[in-house]
Nanobody, 124 residues
Framework: QLQASGGGLVQAGDSLRLSCAAS????????MTWFRQAPGKEREFVAA????????YVQDSVKDRFTISRDNAKITVYLQMNSLKSEDTAVYYC???????????????????WGQGTQVTVSS
């Protein structure tokens, strides 16, 4: 089970940290990822982290502002979002899978496990 939290209403330029806590069989979560979906738009990849190696993958458009990290003890993944912009407004979802190649990890359809979304609204 994946539990996302940390969303909210902020002003442009503010920061937020999203959390995604995993429970159950942790071997399911060797790859944990954040996606987002803005109103009227398709879901898009934001960032991913491989649990064992710590390798991270971040969408180019946010990589200067967003950081993904993990807490092994808490089995939790974080998305630190800085310098938020109005275009970051979306529902953010965490997803997980046991293993996906670098070529596939940006595609939501390949993920087996999803958490509920958390709304991030950035006012300009």
């Amino acid at each position: 089970q994946l539990q996302a939290s940390g969303g909210g209403l902020v002003q442009a330029g503010d920061s937020l940290r999203l959390s995604c806590a995993a429970s159950g069989r942790t071997s399911r979560y060797y790859l944990m990822t954040w996606f987002r979906q803005a109103p009227g738009k398709e879901r898009e990849f934001v960032a991913a982290i491989r649990w064992n190696s710590g390798n991270t993958y971040v969408q180019d458009s946010v990589k200067d502002r967003f950081t993904i990290s993990r807490d092994n003890a808490k089995i939790t993944v974080y998305l630190q979002m800085n310098s938020l912009k109005s275009e970051d407004t979306a529902v953010y979802y965490c997803a997980a899978d046991s293993s996906l190649s670098t070529a596939l990890l940006r595609i939501g359809a390949y993920y087996s496990y999803w958490g509920q979304g958390t709304q991030v609204t950035v006012s300009s």
